[in-house]
Structure formats: C-alpha cells, structure tokens
C-alpha cells in the first residue's frame, strides 16, 4: 500500500452541487432504497433513494434522506402517514427502479407507469413492489431534519423475501439475489459480479 497525493477541499468553500458530486461519486456502490408509500388521498407512490441503509439489527432499522427541495411525495407522505416500505433493487427490476425515479404529477401511480405489481403491505398503509426480491413494512420512529435533506429512522415489522434464495437458518444466497449498487450520475454495479469472501481474523 502507497499513501498518494490528493485534492483537498474545504466543504464550506464548494457549491452544494460540488459537494454533492464529491460525496456520490466517492461512496459508491451505495445500496438503493426503493421507498413505496402512501397519500392521504389514498395514491400511492414509489420512488429509489442512495442516501439509504440498514442501521441496526433489532428490530431492523433503515436510514433514508430525501431532500427537502424538489419533488417531496414520498417526504410528504411519511410525515403524514408513518410508513412506508423498502423494496430491494436487483437486476430484473432495476428498469422499472430507474423509470420510477422520474418527475411525474402528484398522485400519478409509478406502479401503473412501471409496469410493476402494487401489494399492499399487511401490517401497514403502504404499497409493496410484488416483483422485488424482498420488502420491508416500516413505521417511522424518528424523522430528523440533516443537511439539505430530512433523516428518517424506520422500524421493520415485517420482511418478505423470495422463498428460492431462503436457505436453512436463515442464510440468504448472497449469489441468487442479484443486488444493484448505486454509484455517481447513471452509473450502477452489479453485485453478482463481484463478489468474494474473506475470512475474518480470530
């Protein structure tokens, strides 16, 4: 290993799009939170979030920031509501996660515009992705304002995965599920692809 020379730049002293470039670019592959939820109206909406991550164990918790500017469906409809779903991106749906990233008019269905099974969750007012490898019913514990966006912490009550990558004592086939990463603009990895095993030290 080499220590090599680097750029350095003061975050204060970049744009908010620089720092923005900087930070996705670099962190990277990021998991893909593929947030469906629902209006009070009853509408439901789907839309794929990179500032997302499992947090902790138990119950199992999940981080996911959408910014405050801009298009705010799913924002708005967790501060209405509490809940929300996480759908795992893999490689059979990552078309229709990337069509549902577009702008389309507020209560307009991404499921209907994907091509994508709408499920209701059981134990919440919130839409599954049917076509997902897993899903997650959550309730937000904490929604927390964070830089340019909103933090919010959900609790899983429920997870549904695929019953062919469920193995004995709950091992998942980490080579069957297929995951997609996100990197920088329209660049994602596919994990399938990529993946090794290293043996922890004792």
């Known amino acids: ?13 970049l744009e908010v799009a620089h720092a923005y470039k900087l930070a996705t670019s670099i962190v990277a592959p990021r998991p893909i939170g593929w947030i469906g939820t629902r209006a009070e109206d009853g509408s439901s909406n ?8 499992v947090v902790a164990a138990y119950p199992p918790t999940f981080v996911v920031a959408p910014a405050v500017t801009g298009r705010r469906d799913t924002l708005n409809n967790i501060e209405a509501t509490g809940e929300f779903t996480v759908n795992i991106v893999s490689e059979s ?10 702008s ?16 209701q969750a059981e134990t919440i007012n919130a839409p599954l992705v049917g076509e997902a490898i897993a899903n997650f019913e959550c309730t937000a514990s904490q929604i927390i304002p964070v830089g340019t966006g909103k933090l919010i912490i959900g ?8 019953e062919r990558v469920v193995g004995d004592n709950f091992h998942i086939a980490q ?19 990529t993946l090794f095993n290293l043996d922890r030290p004792d």
């Open 175 to 193: 080579e069957e599920l297929h995951l997609i990463g996100r990197h920088a603009g329209g660049m994602y990895s596919r994990t399938a692809e």
């Open 104 to 119: 389309y008019p507020a209560g307009e269905s991404e499921f209907e515009i994907c091509g994508l099974t709408e499920v």
């Open 1 to 13: 290993m080499q220590i090599e020379p680097k750029h350095t730049y003061p975050v204060d002293e």
């Open 155 to 162: 609790e899983a009550s429920h997870i549904h995965v695929a």
């Open 46 to 53: 789907l839309a794929p979030y990179s500032f997302f991550n």
């Open 93 to 102: 749906t990552v078309e229709a996660m990337n069509l549902s990233s577009g």
